[in-house]
């Protein structure tokens, strides 16, 4: 994959090659460092009467980036049409991979726009805001954070009709798939960029279309706060009023973000709530992942053409605000991921008959709040309650391990993707653990992005398990605990067998090929997943892993790139992991 460090024109020829012939000819004007001139955004030049074009986009951080020793460009993924998908890195002194992030203990910012392509204007946003961080007035910022922008994720969905689709062209919903990574931009953007760059923060921009919400700005959170609780309680009760009275104080009306029930206005009570995705969506896969994590929602007419200066400078604001909070208490955010991180590992080490993974949630109301919104026309005013509180309604003991059998490679190499950990048994071993006996499955009538839903239930048999040589050692000792436990649990929406991972399996009294362990088995295992040299995880196919070691504590869980800069030998950096091709 290309890096792109630009101190040149010349050198941005060399770099970007894949870039339209046009498009690196008007390149040839940028100046080698930035110029008297501010460097404005495509919408600024054509006073926001156009959306910005996928090329435009692309010429404008290559020109940031030759104005600037500050930026560094790389090409992490391809879209399902081919269009190169970029991490733009903001920071001084400047930063190429993530272990120089990690090791200098400031915040890591990751900004994710365009998922939806019917959302322009939080990329319009981000690059008014690059360009700001680079040679405006948030300069300073990038000496307290490290900014990991993702300008457009989903870019053929932006490219499509006559104002971007929210799906990708192969009609997924790119934010529905963080979990599965069925297309090639979450496959991409989920190893090369979160997994790889472990950042502190987490925004995810979106839009949503009006009326009948009718607020300008919105903003939500993770819900899921089984196990630690340090960042759901830093982020609700400093980081989110700290955004909102900065878009207020624009002129701007906010309201969390919601969906409305249908007969809101004859029945008020039943509220109203971010719903549920579960860790499906970017806004709840960061906190899967232990990142402070927010969601920005800027309310667009439904011709996405329409009204993009006030929509766009939203979205900046919030930025700004977001970004400055972070800086400004820089040291509390790292500690406060870093240990809720490290509580997960904490956790994962026993067995607690105290502590639960959550797998389905009740939301539950924490306030009842003035609310307007449009109907036929007119204004309505309401009390609502906002269910944005959760309970868990359906869990399980947090168990030590998980084990896969032998033939359910393909699970233990999805879980890699998210960089989780995962050993090879060399051994049989005999171990305390529980078995899933499926109860019943109920299959969806049609199929949901790309797959047929099922809602699984079992029951769970305590007992000795007999684990066979070659199974797959999945352990809860990580800060990926969360993301496994979502893959893993059956009943979990999201998990693998609820996305049709586990077929040949869904019948009644089947068991399922997947088990929870009480305790570590005490025979060698070998490694299989890693960290190549950026930090991104690397699966090794059995046999080749370089080393082999014993699942007990004397075989940490490591997951810091700083600390672990082991490349996967099964790797072409070039081309990616082997069993991905």
């Known amino acids: 994959m290309s890096r792109i460090r630009s101190a040149s024109v010349r ?20 100046p ?24 435009e986009m692309v010429a404008f951080y290559l020109a940031l980036g030759a104005r600037s020793d500050a930026v560094r460009i790389r090409e992490f993924g391809r879209s399902g049409e081919g269009r190169a998908l970029y991490e733009v890195v903001v920071s001084r002194p400047a930063v190429s991979d993530p272990w120089e992030a990690h090791a200098s203990g400031r915040p890591i910012i990751l900004v994710n726009a365009l998922v939806h392509g019917d959302e322009p204007a939080g990329r319009e946003a981000l690059m008014a805001f690059a360009r700001d961080l680079v040679e405006g007035p948030h300069e300073a910022l990038t000496r307290g954070a490290i900014f990991v922008l993702s300008p457009a994720l989903n870019p053929d969905g932006g490219e499509a009709g006559a104002w971007g689709t929210r799906n990708s062209p192969l009609n997924l919903n790119v934010n529905r798939d963080y979990l599965r990574l069925a297309t090639p931009e979450t496959r991409a953007f989920v190893p090369e960029v979160v997994a790889a760059w472990k ?3 987490i925004v995810d921009a979106h839009e949503l279309v009006g009326p009948p919400r009718i607020y300008d700005f919105y903003l939500s959170y993770p819900l899921d706060i089984a196990g630690p609780t340090g960042n759901w309680n830093l982020t609700r009760h400093e980081l989110i009023p700290h955004v909102v009275e900065a878009v207020e104080a624009a002129g701007f009306s906010h309201f969390p973000y919601h969906r409305v029930p249908s007969g809101l206005v004859e029945d008020p009570s039943q509220g109203v709530s971010a719903g549920s995705y579960g860790a499906q969506a970017l806004s709840s896969y960061g906190g899967a992942q232990a990142a402070i994590t927010v969601l920005f929602e800027s309310m667009r007419p439904r011709d996405a053409r329409e009204g993009l ?11 700004a605000a977001l970004s400055g909070w972070v800086v400004d208490n820089g040291s509390r955010v790292v500690r406060s991921v870093a240990d809720e991180r490290a509580e997960l590992v904490a956790r994962g080490a026993r067995w607690d008959a105290a502590d639960s993974v959550a797998i389905r949630l009740e939301q539950l109301p924490s306030r009842v709040l003035p609310y307007r919104l449009q109907v036929d026309g007119e204004i309505v005013e309401l009390e609502v309650p906002l269910l944005d509180s959760t309970r868990i309604a359906m869990g399980r003991i947090r168990p030590v391990a998980y084990v896969l059998e032998p ?3 393909e699970v233990a190499r999805h879980l890699a993707l998210h960089g989780v950990q995962v050993d090879r048994l060399l051994a049989p ?9 499926v109860r019943s499955v109920e299959r969806g009538g049609q199929a949901y992005e790309g797959y047929i839903p099922r809602r699984v239930e079992t029951e769970v048999e305590a007992g000795e398990l007999e684990l066979r040589a070659g199974s797959w050692l999945v352990r809860m000792d990580q800060p990926t605990a969360r993301i496994i436990s979502h893959l893993l649990e059956p009943e979990d929406e999201n998990s693998m067998v609820s996305m049709g991972w586990f077929t040949t399996e869904e019948r009644q009294g089947a068991r399922l090929s997947v088990h929870r362990l009480r305790a570590l088995p005490g025979v060698p295992v070998e490694r299989v997943t890693a960290p190549d040299a950026r930090g991104a995880p690397r699966f090794a196919d059995p046999g080749t892993a370089d080393h082999a070691t014993r699942a007990g504590r004397d075989a ?3 997951t810091d790139p700083a600390t672990d800069p082991a490349t996967d030998p099964a790797t072409d950096p070039a081309r990616g992991p082997a069993w991905a091709r």
Do not use: W
């Open 309 to 319: 200066e006030p929509r766009t400078r939203r979205q900046e604001v919030a930025l």
């Open 407 to 409: 033939h359910r490679g």
């Open 11 to 30: 050198r941005l020829f060399t770099s970007s090659a894949v870039l339209p012939l046009a498009l690196l000819v008007a390149l040839a004007g940028v």
């Open 32 to 55: 080698e460092r930035a110029s008297a001139q501010p460097l404005q955004t495509p919408a600024e030049r054509n006073g926001y009467q156009a959306l910005t074009g996928y090329d």
């Open 199 to 201: 950042p502190h923060v």
């Open 556 to 558: 940490p869980v490591t």
């Open 429 to 437: 071993a005999t171990v305390q653990g529980e078995s899933y006996r």
